[in-house]
């Protein structure tokens, strides 16, 4: 988050950013931390969710408001509601508790997972990406896939097992392979991000 708000600022231009994806990772991160108004787990851990929330407002902020003539309205087109309206039933259907918090962190966990949809879409229809938005995508898939090699070890060391973190993590993971593979085999040797154009 702190990368592409850094890519912004720095180039005045949020060229090749999808700000569907960044108005649902917003949508994520808020959903996900109102345990701020009702749990203390320590300062750090507080810090760290205002700090992604701040970030994520900022960065929508930044794609629809401050440098919103550089912003690539016409390439960035998914359709919203083929996530949300799945992913909010969802999160009434399976959830480990019918409460409000309970169903709106099961919200954000499910959200999470297709969030980055809008900007693979958006990639695919523009054909290329940006070096650093490339950059971006590919240590927001590692942190994913830390996040599996993570449960796997809480799984073996704790006996923990959070089958909806779990099962979309897996999910989310999988949406990022084919951009890995184009990341190594492209970025990785100093090549620009390109797909070919469907016909």
Not at 140 to 150: D, F, T, V
Not at 167 to 190: A, H, M, P, R
């Amino acid at each position: 988050m702190i990368l592409l708000l850094g890519k912004i600022w720095r180039s005045k231009s949020c060229a090749g950013i999808s700000g569907k994806s960044q108005i649902l990772f917003a949508l994520v991160f808020t959903t996900r931390y109102l345990d701020l108004f009702t749990n203390f787990i320590s300062i750090y851990n507080t810090v760290m969710k205002l700090v992604f929330l701040l970030c994520a407002y900022v960065t929508v902020y930044m794609i629809y408001g401050k440098f919103r003539k550089t912003f690539d309205s016409e390439n960035d087109t998914f359709r919203l509601e083929f996530l949300l309206v799945p992913v909010i039933g969802l999160s009434f259907l399976e959830n480990y508790s019918f409460t409000p918090l309970e169903i709106l962190w099961t919200f954000s966990i499910y959200l999470e997972s297709v969030a980055i949809l809008p900007q693979l879409f958006m990639i695919s229809k523009t054909g290329e990406a940006e070096t650093i938005t490339t950059h971006y995508l590919f240590f927001l898939g590692l942190y994913r896939a830390l996040y599996l090699a993570n449960w796997i070890r809480r799984y073996q060391t704790e006996g923990f097992y959070d089958q909806i973190a779990v099962v979309s993590g897996v999910v989310q993971t999988i949406f990022y392979c084919d951009f890995f593979y184009l990341y190594v085999t492209k970025v990785l040797k100093g090549k620009k991000l390109s797909l070919p154009m469907p016909i």
